[in-house]
Nanobody
């Protein structure tokens, strides 16, 4: 049974930092591309960052480049997202997602078969 369980969300002030984690189980984690998406109230789900199965390629949405860092530990079957210089516009539910193999569309949600339940990030000004 595939499981993706996010943690690490919370409430921070503008300029603060958080580290999100996503614990994966039930599939061959090291063979999957992984990604973070987010969805704010009344908005579409949007890509935040993605990483290749070996962790050698990373992709970011323009809105988070230079502020967020995606990484993975293929021994611990865990995906991470370091969020820095947080802004109120980053407030959303953050989801991790898994898609098999390398992908030519790492920031497209249709690439991913498995999704976590999400963790809330709230940034106040």
């Amino acid at each position: 049974q595939v499981q993706l369980v996010e943690s690490g969300g919370g409430s921070v002030q503008s300029g603060g930092s958080l580290r999100l984690s996503c614990a994966a189980s039930g599939f061959t984690y090291s063979s999957y591309s992984m990604a973070w998406f987010r969805q704010a109230p009344a908005k579409e789900r949007e890509a935040v960052a993605a990483i290749s199965p070996a962790g050698t390629r990373r992709y970011y949405a323009d809105s988070v480049k230079g502020r967020f860092t995606i990484s993975r530990d293929n021994y611990k079957n865990t995906l991470y997202l370091q969020l820095s210089s947080l802004q109120p516009g980053d407030t959303a539910v953050y989801y991790c997602a898994a898609g098999q193999g390398l992908t030519s569309q790492p920031l497209w949600p249709g690439t991913y078969s498995y999704w976590g339940q999400g963790t809330q990030v709230t940034v106040s000004s």
